[in-house]
Structures are given as C-alpha cells and as structure tokens.
C-alpha cells in the first residue's frame, strides 16, 4: 500500500506506505477530512470561521496556518495547493481516501443498468469491496472543540 492513505470511515486514520502518520493537530484532522471530501478550494476565512468560530479573525488565521503547516510536515510539501485566499488538496497529491473510494463504488452500483444487485457479479464485487471499507460512520468518535458548524457539516 504505497502513498498516503487517508481512512475517514470509523475513526480517522492516515498512513504514508503504510505506516500510520500521527497528526498531533486535531483540527489539521478536520481540515484535511474537509477538503478531501468536499474536492474544491475553499477560502481561507470559510475555513478559519468553520474551524475556529470562537475566535478573533486573526487569532482564527493564526491557528488555520499551523493547521496547514501540520498538514505540510505529515503530508510532504506538494499535498496542498494554497494560494493567498484559497486552500485545496492537490489533485498531484494523489491522495487515497476511503470515504471517496466507498462512494464512487456505490455510484457505480447505481449508474449500472440492471433490475437487481444481487445478480450482477460486477455491483456484487463492488457492494463487497465497499463493505469491505466501512469501517464505521463518517469521523467515529471524532469531533473539534467549539465548532457546531463542523460538527453539522460532520453529521
């Protein structure tokens, strides 16, 4: 299992060959489950306000770059692409992520013309390897201190 490995189903969990990479920022976690998911940039006072509502706008700034820089040291230095006003994984990053991988297989399970799963070898394989990735619901157990509008978007 080469690269990096980002596991968003269950508890998070993220691997670079293999080995599990430790991120000691919870909301670095956050940052990285949200712009995974989500495949866009985002601006940066979107996702200083998301992670860090409690927060002056400075203060709030301060804490996404550590969050970046974080991300940088677990991920190497090419995984982001943040301009002044944006921040987006980047598509050169190549980054695994369960959570996608699960639903792309379901959404080839849907776009499959045929009256029934269950006799399709194709969906049945593909129904297999997404179980076979569920390890629990979307950040188990996971969540950031002072942010409802994380946890609502989470949920």
């Known amino acids: 299992m080469a690269g990096i490995h980002v596991f968003l189903l269950g508890a998070p969990r993220i691997e670079r060959d293999g080995a599990p990479l430790r991120l000691d920022r919870q909301k670095a976690v956050a940052l990285l489950a949200y ?3 989500s495949g866009q940039p985002h601006r940066r006072e979107t996702l ?3 992670l860090w509502p409690e927060n ?9 770059r550590r969050a970046l820089w974080a991300l940088n040291q677990a991920l190497g230095p090419h995984a982001l692409e943040a301009s002044r006003d944006t921040i987006a994984l980047a598509p050169a990053a190549d ?11 379901l959404a080839a399970c849907r776009a499959h013309a045929h009256p029934s799963f269950d006799r399709c070898t ?3 394989a593909r129904l297999q390897d997404a179980a076979a990735l569920y390890r629990g619901d979307l950040l188990a157990g996971f969540g950031v201190r002072d942010s409802a509008e994380f946890d609502e978007w989470q949920v």
């Open 35 to 37: 712009l995974a998911l």
């Open 95 to 105: 980054l695994w992520v369960d959570a996608l991988v699960f639903r792309a297989l």
């Open 122 to 124: 194709e969906c049945r």
């Open 56 to 64: 002056p706008a400075p203060d709030a700034y301060a804490y996404l």
């Open 48 to 50: 200083a306000t998301l």
